[in-house]
């Protein structure tokens, strides 16, 4: 059994593309760096969803969810949001334009829950990001390399045989990757959460 995870896993790392994983890397990170100019100029038709979904997870996190619903509604949100960009591959512009949007979200987000400075950098080190940041831009880069057949032959059975090519990453290196993400961020929000509520608690009886 080990030799076959080892043959599958050898296989995957075969169909990535370095240079289309730097490259989203890119646009993600001027996506990110967007984020401040948005917001310092108020352009709420690129700020609005960000905020929504921030104002949400708030009030989410606020009602002491279980571990596991946490753990569940983050692995959630997190696959559907990079299956989304890996299907948009079928077109020729979107993967680009739903790189950078996800980069201008989590830059919000980020601004908004830690400010900008120090907290960029912290982003990109922390434990979450170490696992979710990589698993996006794999499968961002599957995204784009599907968009980049379809703009050289322009036959959607040539893009199709792509993405079916691709599978195997997206379930065996990138969904796993964004499981470990979730869990150690669920486990993470619980933990520090739960103490910055008795930290209150015992400031509001002295």
């Known amino acids: 059994m080990a030799q076959g995870y080892f ?20 646009l993600f990170v001027v ?5 401040p100019i948005a917001l310092e100029r108020n352009l709420r038709w690129l700020t609005a969803y960000p905020e929504w979904v921030f104002n949400k997870i708030q009030a989410f996190v606020e009602k ?3 571990g596991a619903l946490l753990f569940l509604i983050i692995f959630g949100l997190n696959s559907f949001s990079v299956f989304v960009v890996y299907v948009s591959g079928f077109t020729l512009v979107l993967p680009y334009v739903f790189i950078i949007w996800s980069g201008l979200n989590a830059g919000v987000l980020l601004y908004k829950e830690m400010g900008g400075g120090v907290a960029l950098l912290l982003f990109f080190l ?8 990589p698993a996006n831009w794999i499968a961002y880069s599957l995204g784009i390399e599907m968009s980049l057949f379809y703009f050289k032959t322009h036959l959607f059975s040539t893009v199709t045989s792509i993405f079916k090519q691709n599978e195997i990453v997206f379930l065996w290196l990138v969904l796993p990757l964004l499981f470990i993400g979730a869990l150690i961020e669920a486990s993470l929000i619980n933990k520090f959460g739960t103490e ?11």
């Open 7 to 26: 043959a599958t896993y050898k296989q995957i790392f075969h169909l990535l593309n370095w240079d289309l994983i730097g490259f989203s890397a890119i």
């Open 31 to 35: 996506g990110v760096l967007l984020a």
């Open 64 to 66: 002491k969810p279980h």
């Open 126 to 133: 922390n434990p979450v990001a170490i696992f979710e940041l």
């Open 196 to 206: 910055e509520d008795d930290l209150d608690g015992k400031n509001k009886e002295e």
